[in-house]
């Protein structure tokens, strides 16, 4: 398989489905397609991240990595008052994004095609959240962490997703690094969720 969901333009024929789900006690209903990053269900670790993340009222957010748009989507519903941004690289995952923001009625959303966080030059965020694309490699990893941080307004907070397995443990050395301040607020099924507060 020469490319997976990290490629820009996926070229994997198109198996369009639908997903029909409940996330913070909301029905949600999804199309994914081949190409894209858990195309069968909403990940996990996604879940899990979206289960456990605390956004304030009237929060700037971005969602980084959003893939076909669970975690923004469910970010948006927590603030109606708010403003959610969500990028990927996958050409193919951001028109996803954009048709499932509309057919869940989810209007306080942009989506973006974006390498990392090219696309938000100069934007600064309340909350980021983000399950990070660990098979794009360690390097990609912390280079969302980075910008991450210098997109964050102050006393603004990093969530992150991460199996224990695939690298918790060095992306909260990361973290710690660029935040200091940093806690592991959930684990579930060897997901790890890290919140980091600059």
């Known amino acids: ?5 990290y490629s820009q333009q996926p070229d994997a024929r198109h198996d369009r489905r639908t997903i029909e789900t409940v996330l913070r006690g909301k029905s949600l209903r999804f199309t994914s397609d081949a190409g894209v990053f858990s195309k069968g269900d909403i ?9 456990a993340m605390e956004i304030p009222e009237g929060a700037a957010v971005l969602d980084v990595g959003c893939g076909y748009g669970p975690i923004g989507i469910s970010a948006a519903y927590l603030v109606p008052k708010g403003h959610v941004t969500m990028i990927d690289i996958n050409s193919r995952a951001v028109e996803l994004a954009r048709e499932n923001a509309r ?5 306080n959303v942009t989506v973006m095609e974006s390498d990392v966080l090219s696309a938000v030059k100069g934007q600064k965020f309340d909350v980021i959240v983000t ?6 490699g360690k390097a990609v990893v912390h280079q969302i962490f980075e910008e991450a941080y210098a997109h964050l307004n102050e006393g603004g907070t990093l969530w992150v997703v991460i199996q224990k397995k695939q690298g918790a443990p060095s992306a909260a050395a990361k973290l710690e690094s660029l935040f200091g301040d940093v806690e ?8 790890r969720i890290i919140k980091a507060q600059k």
């Open 1 to 5: 398989m020469s490319q997976h969901y």
């Open 131 to 136: 399950n990070p694309p660990i098979r794009a």
């Open 184 to 191: 592991e607020v959930g684990k579930d099924k060897g997901y």
């Open 103 to 107: 057919n869940n009625g989810t209007v």
């Open 43 to 51: 990940d996990y670790g996604s879940r899990v991240l979206i289960e």
